[in-house]
């Protein structure tokens, strides 16, 4: 064997060889709000198994009830225990707080922040910058034996409950530090018929695509629309 021969390199990864992630138990913190229940509705109807958290578990079971499709409705700590991929789709202004207090349950979990750090004034909505530099990179501190992955933030709320709607024409744009990490989320996001998973970067990459929403929310407005994003030549 020839030196060259010895170091050839392997072929690269396809990056669209995605992991099946159909067996897995999603839970959603924050399920009971417009963009996790939405979510939730749309990863149950595409097959998978769903446990939407709250901080009462009465909200979330009644949120359960009314959604249907075998989802489970818990309190944050039993959702997050009983799930392998964690969505983080709280309200900015409880994002902190609420991942202290599931450290010890998230550790060693996927999670993927989906929030949005934004504020409105009469201009409308503007983006903040977390002192860690997004709501993801806070996420990453706050629970350092999670995987914590960023995705899911450029998604309509209307579309996404809207049952007479069977396919959501956008790209999710995916964040994190694994390469296998981000494969389960692009995968996980795949679920969806009409959605794409892309990997967009390392988590320090979170605050334009977090910020990104702002922009969307003005385009929705000026055209009266549910704007999503598709992402060419790939």
């Known amino acids: 064997m020839t030196s060259t021969e010895s170091v050839q390199k392997a072929p690269a990864k396809d990056p669209w060889d995605l992991p099946d992630v159909s067996g897995l138990v999603v839970g959603v913190l924050g399920g009971t709000g417009d963009q996790g229940r939405g979510l939730a509705y749309r990863l149950a109807r595409a097959g998978q198994k769903v446990i939407i958290g709250s901080r009462a578990a009465e909200r979330a079971a009644a949120a ?29 202004d409880g994002h902190a707080k609420t991942l202290e207090g599931l450290r010890e349950e998230l550790a060693g979990k996927l999670v993927v922040d989906c929030v949005n750090p934004l504020g409105f004034d009469k201009k409308g909505a503007y983006a903040l910058k ?12 706050l629970l350092p034996d999670s995987r914590v992955t ?3 933030h450029h998604l309509s709320a209307v579309l996404l409950q809207d049952e007479a709607i069977e396919e959501i024409d956008t790209d999710v744009m995916v964040l994190g530090e694994s390469r296998a990490d981000t494969d389960v989320v692009q995968a996980l996001a795949g679920r969806i018929p009409g959605m794409r998973g892309v990997f967009a970067g390392r988590l320090r990459n ?6 990104l929403v ?11 629309a549910h ?5 060419t030549d790939v």
């Open 206 to 211: 979170a605050h334009q695509v977090e910020s």
């Open 214 to 224: 702002a922009n969307l929310i003005s385009v929705n407005r000026r055209y009266k």
């Open 130 to 141: 977390p002192e860690e530099g997004s709501a993801a990179e806070q996420a990453a501190a």
């Open 150 to 152: 960023a995705a899911f």
């Open 227 to 231: 704007a999503g994003l598709r992402v």
């Open 64 to 92: 359960a009830g009314e959604l249907g499709l075998g989802i489970e409705g818990l309190d944050n700590a039993e959702c997050a225990r009983r799930s392998d991929i964690v969505i983080v789709a709280v309200p900015w």
